[in-house]
């Protein structure tokens, strides 16, 4: 059995605070060139994260299961090498054996 949890709020959520962003630096960064090559990828980059964020999978058959990279808490290393922004591209498969620890935190939608 699978169970395959569609969560199209948060995603939309980590799409656009990621979108605000890099439009923003793109445009500051337009004059060097380097600024045209971000809003041309923006689009792309916006579809794959909203497409690894959107998406949670557990298979009990095989016990594992897979969740955006971006729900992984960092460490103090990792937040220095910019690992929570290039996560919010990835996803992640684990065993069920593997996991510690879980929280699940309710937002309110208004």
Not at 51 to 70: A, V, W
């Amino acid at each position: 059995m699978k169970y395959e949890i569609i969560d199209v709020h948060t995603a939309l959520e980590v799409v656009f605070k990621n979108f605000k962003w890099a439009l923003l630096i793109g445009i500051l960064l337009l004059p060097s060139g380097v600024g045209a090559v971000i809003l041309v990828l923006l689009p792309f980059q916006s579809i794959l994260i909203y497409n690894k964020n959107k998406r949670y999978l557990i298979d009990m058959q095989t016990g594992k299961i897979t969740f955006p990279r971006s729900d992984v808490e960092n460490s103090i290393v990792a937040v220095l090498l910019c690992a929570p922004y290039w996560n919010l591209m990835r996803s992640k498969t684990v065993t069920a054996d593997q996991i510690e620890d879980m929280r699940l935190e309710k937002k309110e939608v208004k």
